[in-house]
C-alpha cells in the first residue's frame, strides 16, 4: 500500500548532549571531556553524559557509582535547570521565526509543523539545515534534527546522525525506511517490548509488517493496533503546539514477575530518581502521586494520594510512594511499576506514560543534499 499526498512536512529538532553540552558551553575547560551530569552521591543517579562519557557506556538513568566505574575519569557537574529554561526559551524562539506550530516535547526537544511556514520556504530540510545553524550561532550549541511526513518518522530520524546532523525521510521512502528499521529503533519500543518481539521472529519493521492485525494485538494488546499502523507510515498525530500534560510520569515492565516488596522498593526508587528529572526538566510541580501497579495475570491497580502542597524533589514525594506502596497486601506477583504526578501547576489536558529504559543487575518537497 502506497502512502497518499497530500503530505505534512515535520521536523523534530532534538539537542545534542543537551545539560552536558551547556556544562561545556559554561565552563570550557571541560569540552572535550567525560563528563556526567547528576550522578554524585552514594545512590546519585545520572541525568545525561557527554559523547565522550558514552564512549565508555556511561548513560542517563545509570547510577553514578557504576559510570564510575565504567569511566574512571568521569566529571561530575551538578545540573542548572534555570540555565537550561533560559538556553530553552532562546531555542524556542528560533521556531517560532519559522512556524506557530511548534510542540515541545522538553527542554531541549519539539516538534515543528513546517508545511506552510513564514519564510515561505518549500524545503523543511533547508529549514531544518538553517535552524540548526541559527541555534549553533545563538547559544553555541549543537542540535540533530528528523524530517518526513509524521511525527513518528521525524523523531526516529532525528537519531540516525547525531549528534550535529540531519535525516530526512523523503515520503517515496517511508515504506522502505520503516521496513528496514530494526525494532528496538522504534520510537516507544522498550527494552522489554523489544526482547518479546524478538522472540516472535520480529527484528525489523518488515517482520512486523508481516503479523496480521490480530496477531499484534494478541501479542500486545492496544499497542498492536499503534504497530500495525505505525510500520505502515500511518500515524495521524498533529503538532500540537498548546499540548500540556495532565500528569507526568515513568514506569517500568520488568523481564521477570517480582513478589517481594522490598525488591519493588528497590525498582521504585529507580522509578522515582527518572520521575523527579523528568518534573524538573519539565518546570513541573505536582500535588498527588500515584502508584500504577500490574500484576502477573495483567490486572492493573492505581494508588494515589493527594497532598496540600506541590512536590518535585524525590526526597518530597518519595515517602508518600513508600506509604502507598505498603498501604494493603498485594494479592499476585507484579510485572509493572509505575509513577505519575497529578494535578500540576500547568493547565490540563492529557495524561502521558513513559516507557523508560532501565537497568537493574528527507525533490522540491524536502530537497535533500545527497
Request: charged share 30%; proline share 4%.
Given at each position: 500500500m502506497e502512502l497518499q499526498p497530500p503530505f505534512r512536512k515535520i521536523i523534530h529538532v532534538d539537542m545534542d548532549a543537551f545539560y552536558a553540552s551547556v556544562a561545556e558551553l559554561d565552563n570550557p575547560e571541560?569540552?572535550?571531556?567525560?563528563i556526567a551530569v547528576g550522578g554524585e552521591?552514594?545512590?546519585g543517579v545520572i541525568s545525561a553524559a557527554s559523547y565522550e562519557a558514552r564512549k565508555f557506556g556511561v548513560r542517563s538513568a545509570m547510577s553514578g557509582?557504576?559510570?564510575r566505574q565504567k569511566c574512571p575519569h568521569l566529571i561530575f557537574v551538578k545540573s542548572d535547570f534555570p540555565r537550561y529554561k533560559e538556553i530553552s526559551a532562546k531555542?524556542?524562539?528560533?521556531?517560532?521565526?519559522?512556524?506557530d506550530l511548534v510542540e515541545p516535547l522538553s527542554l531541549d526537544e519539539a516538534y515543528l509543523d513546517v508545511t506552510e511556514n513564514k519564510k515561505g520556504n518549500p524545503s523543511a530540510n533547508e529549514i531544518a539545515r538553517e535552524i540548526?545553524?541559527?541555534?549553533?550561532?545563538?547559544?553555541g550549541l549543537r542540535a540533530s534534527a528528523g524530517i518526513s511526513i509524521n511525527k513518528f518518522i521525524a523523531k526516529v530520524a532525528s537519531d540516525i546522525n547525531k549528534p550535529n546532523g540531519q535525516k530526512t525521510v523523503h515520503p517515496d521512502e517511508v515504506i522502505q525506511f520503516l521496513e528496514e528499521l530494526p525494532v528496538n529503533k522504534f520510537y516507544g519500543v522498550g527494552k522489554v517490548t523489544a526482547a518479546k518481539m524478538y522472540n516472535n521472529g520480529i527484528f525489523v519493521g518488515n517482520d512486523l509488517k508481516k503479523k496480521s492485525l490480530e496477531e499484534l494485538v494478541k501479542l500486545f494488546g492496544k499497542s498492536g493496533v499503534h504497530y500495525f499502523n505505525i510500520v505502515r507510515g500511518i500515524h495521524n498525530s498533529a503538532v500540537k503546539p498548546n499540548r500540556i500534560r495532565k500528569s507526568l510520569a515513568a514506569e517500568r515492565t520488568f523481564s521477570e514477575n517480582i513478589s517481594s516488596e522490598i525488591f519493588m522498593l528497590e525498582r521504585l526508587d529507580k522509578i522515582a530518581?527518572?520521575?523527579?528529572?523528568?518534573?524538573?526538566?519539565?518546570d513541573t510541580k505536582g500535588k498527588t502521586i500515584t502508584l500504577k501497579i500490574k500484576y502477573s495475570d495483567f490486572t492493573q491497580q492505581t494508588r494515589s494520594k493527594t497532598k496540600g502542597h506541590f512536590m518535585q524533589k524525590k526526597e518530597e514525594f518519595f515517602p508518600v510512594v513508600?506509604?502507598?506502596?505498603?498501604?494493603?497486601?498485594?494479592?499476585?506477583?507484579?510485572?509493572?511499576?509505575?509513577?505519575s504526578f497529578g494535578n500540576l501547576n500547568t493547565e490540563i489536558k492529557?495524561?502521558?506514560w513513559v516507557q523508560l529504559k532501565l537497568k537493574f543487575k528527507e525533490s522540491d518537497f524536502f530537497n535533500e543534499e545527497e
Amino acid at each position: 500500500m502506497e502512502l497518499q499526498p497530500p503530505f505534512r512536512k515535520i521536523i523534530h529538532v532534538d539537542m545534542d548532549a543537551f545539560y552536558a553540552s551547556v556544562a561545556e558551553l559554561d565552563n570550557p575547560e571541560l569540552k572535550g571531556k567525560a563528563i556526567a551530569v547528576g550522578g554524585e552521591g552514594r545512590r546519585g543517579v545520572i541525568s545525561a553524559a557527554s559523547y565522550e562519557a558514552r564512549k565508555f557506556g556511561v548513560r542517563s538513568a545509570m547510577s553514578g557509582s557504576l559510570a564510575r566505574q565504567k569511566c574512571p575519569h568521569l566529571i561530575f557537574v551538578k545540573s542548572d535547570f534555570p540555565r537550561y529554561k533560559e538556553i530553552s526559551a532562546k531555542v524556542r524562539e528560533i521556531f517560532f521565526e519559522y512556524t506557530d506550530l511548534v510542540e515541545p516535547l522538553s527542554l531541549d526537544e519539539a516538534y515543528l509543523d513546517v508545511t506552510e511556514n513564514k519564510k515561505g520556504n518549500p524545503s523543511a530540510n533547508e529549514i531544518a539545515r538553517e535552524i540548526r545553524q541559527k541555534i549553533f550561532e545563538e547559544t553555541g550549541l549543537r542540535a540533530s534534527a528528523g524530517i518526513s511526513i509524521n511525527k513518528f518518522i521525524a523523531k526516529v530520524a532525528s537519531d540516525i546522525n547525531k549528534p550535529n546532523g540531519q535525516k530526512t525521510v523523503h515520503p517515496d521512502e517511508v515504506i522502505q525506511f520503516l521496513e528496514e528499521l530494526p525494532v528496538n529503533k522504534f520510537y516507544g519500543v522498550g527494552k522489554v517490548t523489544a526482547a518479546k518481539m524478538y522472540n516472535n521472529g520480529i527484528f525489523v519493521g518488515n517482520d512486523l509488517k508481516k503479523k496480521s492485525l490480530e496477531e499484534l494485538v494478541k501479542l500486545f494488546g492496544k499497542s498492536g493496533v499503534h504497530y500495525f499502523n505505525i510500520v505502515r507510515g500511518i500515524h495521524n498525530s498533529a503538532v500540537k503546539p498548546n499540548r500540556i500534560r495532565k500528569s507526568l510520569a515513568a514506569e517500568r515492565t520488568f523481564s521477570e514477575n517480582i513478589s517481594s516488596e522490598i525488591f519493588m522498593l528497590e525498582r521504585l526508587d529507580k522509578i522515582a530518581d527518572e520521575l523527579e528529572k523528568r518534573m524538573l526538566k519539565a518546570d513541573t510541580k505536582g500535588k498527588t502521586i500515584t502508584l500504577k501497579i500490574k500484576y502477573s495475570d495483567f490486572t492493573q491497580q492505581t494508588r494515589s494520594k493527594t497532598k496540600g502542597h506541590f512536590m518535585q524533589k524525590k526526597e518530597e514525594f518519595f515517602p508518600v510512594v513508600k506509604e502507598l506502596l505498603f498501604q494493603d497486601e498485594l494479592p499476585n506477583s507484579v510485572r509493572l511499576l509505575g509513577l505519575s504526578f497529578g494535578n500540576l501547576n500547568t493547565e490540563i489536558k492529557e495524561p502521558v506514560w513513559v516507557q523508560l529504559k532501565l537497568k537493574f543487575k528527507e525533490s522540491d518537497f524536502f530537497n535533500e543534499e545527497e
